[in-house]
Nanobody, 113 residues
Framework: VQLVESGGGLVQSGGSLRLSCAAS????????MRWYRQAPEKERELVAD????????LYADSVKGRFTISRDNAKNTVYLQMNRLKPEDTAVYYC???????WGKGTLVTVSS
C-alpha cells in the first residue's frame, strides 16, 4: 500500500492550494477516502471525506464552504482544493483510505498571516 500526498507549501492568508494523494496497492475505487490534518501539538483531525464513487462528501465545520474534496478513480487519486486559507489551517495534511491501515508521510501546509 502507498499513499503519497503532495501539493503543500507556504501560502498567504486568503490564498489557495490544491493537495493531491496518489494511491496504490489496494482497490481505490471501492474505498471511502479521507483527508486529515495535524497541527503542531494538536491531535490529528478529520477534514473531509468522500464516498467511493464520489457521490457523497462530508466536511469538518471548520473548513465547510472553503475546502472541496474530490477524486478521480481512473487515476487512483484524491484531491483537496483549499480556498480562503487561514493561519489556523496550518498543519500536515494526510490522506487515508477507510479500512486500510496505512498512513502516508503527509504534506505540510503553512498559511502566513
Amino acid at each position: 500500500v502507498q499513499l503519497v500526498e503532495s501539493g503543500g507549501g507556504l501560502v498567504q492568508s486568503g490564498g489557495s492550494l490544491r493537495l493531491s494523494c496518489a494511491a496504490s496497492g489496494f482497490t481505490f475505487k471501492t474505498k471511502t477516502m479521507r483527508w486529515y490534518r495535524q497541527a503542531p501539538e494538536k491531535e490529528r483531525e478529520l477534514v473531509a471525506d468522500i464516498s467511493n464513487a464520489g457521490a457523497s462528501t462530508l466536511y469538518a465545520d471548520s473548513v465547510k464552504g472553503r475546502f472541496t474534496i474530490s477524486r478521480d478513480n481512473a487515476k487512483n487519486t484524491v484531491y483537496l482544493q483549499m480556498n480562503r486559507l487561514k493561519p489556523e489551517d496550518t498543519a500536515v495534511y494526510y490522506c487515508k483510505a477507510v479500512g486500510v491501515d496505512y498512513w502516508g508521510k503527509g504534506t505540510l501546509v503553512t498559511v502566513s498571516s
